[in-house]
């Protein structure tokens, strides 16, 4: 979610509009996985996973058998794509839809943290790929593989580095440096997948962590639970990360729906302010956000966010009342069309995917099919810009082949990778250069 942890892409000199076909400034193959990449010291990190010789992934994507592996973390060249070092390791999954590690990596202090999808918890060194310390967070914290394995990228608090673990804790601060604890916090028997977030509210510094039964706020520094808001994912299904609006906090669920929350501060403790009225992910009866995958937006009072069945949605953030909504973000181009019906919504269009990126007074969207759509939001509408594909789909586990990995902004570029490549796009607006 880049420095400051909200999805938005400060860059200037960007496009403003899109050619039909994009300028690559590079390619370089890579494995499967849903990691996204990071963007920094003039490199780019990303994660994947290789099976082992004679190994394949199960025909059943929910199946959790033990399939043998290794994950590997890639350090490359930002100019040209090369690969400057790998750091690879053993890892076993026994978790659904095994393609590959989900959290993106974090880079601070030229250090690059890492979590692989079975709890495997690496400090590297960013120059060399060295390993500094490692944790297995399984095994240190009787923590089950959850379904979807660990998918909640780590957040970096000063010299604190804070993971959703699960087991004895929920939330485990490490020292950044040597990796020895310093708090864990709450118990669980499912820590669910959003990641950890903090924010300012009032005087408040909240550390806000949604699990699969509550969305809690805790002391920073201590771990200690300032307050606890029960809200129970079907499926364990927290998956999105918590957003703030002035003093409200919104969350959503894949079945349960959205939540907004009321935060104060004196004493401080949240409150419900609405939610869904819906506990499913039937499209034809939910009328709030039902998020799977990707993070909504809050901006001038109004809620965007892709719902359960691959609708772009517009919420009022008072009241939750939907405003508008589109297929259009999240259905691909075929001959030169977008079937934007919203007539014939069906089990294809379930689990539809695109994430949002705010960039001046404009969207960038990229979705599950690879491409990369620059539009417009607004109360009125969704008024797309321009659209091209920049990744082929080919990860074969959902219902057709699909891209689930949020793309990196940065160097007036946008690098987005799938199971096979990653890639570097110019986004640059000709004129400033």
Not at 68 to 83: F, P, Q, T, Y
Not at 258 to 281: F, Q, R
Not at 317 to 335: L, N, Y
Request: with cysteine; proline share 6%; hydrophobic share 35%.
């Amino acid at each position: 979610m880049g420095p400051q942890r909200d999805g938005v892409w400060r860059e200037t000199g960007i496009t403003t509009s899109l050619p039909s076909k994009p300028n690559y400034r590079w390619k370089t193959p890579i494995g499967a996985g849903y990691t996204g990449p990071a963007v920094a010291l003039g490199k780019v990190f990303i994660m994947d996973r290789i099976l082992d010789e004679g190994v394949q992934n199960p025909s059943d994507s929910f199946s959790r058998a033990a399939v043998r592996g290794k994950e590997r973390v890639h350090a490359l060249d930002e100019s040209n794509g090369k690969i400057l070092w790998t750091h690879e390791y053993p890892c076993t999954y026994t978790i659904s839809y095994a393609a590959g590690p989900r959290c993106t990596p974090l880079i601070s202090g030229g250090k690059v943290y890492t979590l692989g999808a079975m709890g495997n918890l690496k400090c590297l060194d960013a120059e060399k790929g060295t390993v500094i310390w490692e944790k297995e967070l399984m095994k240190e914290y009787k923590a089950p593989a959850q379904t979807w394995g660990f998918s909640a990228h780590p957040l970096l608090d000063g010299n604190r580095l804070i993971c959703l673990v699960g087991g004895t804790a929920a939330a485990v601060a490490f020292n950044k440096d040597t990796g020895n604890e310093i708090w864990q916090s709450m118990e669980v028997s499912k820590a669910g997948y959003s990641p950890p977030v903090i924010y300012q509210v009032g005087g408040s510094r909240q550390l806000i962590i949604w699990t699969a039964e509550n969305v809690n706020g805790l002391d920073c520094e201590s771990g200690k639970v300032l307050w606890s808001v029960r809200f129970p994912s079907n499926a364990s299904l927290s998956v999105s990360m918590p957003r703030l609006d002035g003093d409200r906090l919104f969350v959503t669920a894949f079945y349960n729906g959205p939540l907004m929350l009321k935060l104060t501060t004196d004493p401080v403790g949240a409150k419900e302010l609405w939610k869904g009225g819906v506990v499913s992910e039937n499209h034809r009866k939910t009328v709030g956000l039902h998020s799977i995958i990707p993070t909504p937006v809050i901006a001038d009072g109004y809620i965007y966010g892709v719902c359960s069945y691959g609708q772009l949605r517009c919420l009022k953030a008072d009241t939750g009342e939907r405003v508008w909504a589109t297929m259009r973000a999240t259905r691909p181009e075929r001959d030169g069309k977008i079937d934007e019906s919203m007539n014939n919504i069906n089990e294809d269009d379930r689990w539809g995917n695109a994430f949002l990126t705010p960039q001046a007074d404009r969207y960038w969207i990229f979705n599950e099919h690879g491409d990369l759509i620059l539009a417009k939001l607004s109360p009125k509408g969704y008024e797309e810009l321009g659209r091209m594909n920049i990744l082929k789909a080919d990860n074969d586990m959902a219902r057709h082949p699909v891209v689930w990995s949020h793309p990196a902004y940065a160097n007036r570029s946008c690098y987005a990778r799938n199971d096979s490549e990653i890639v570097c796009v110019d986004l640059s607006d000709k004129k400033s250069k």
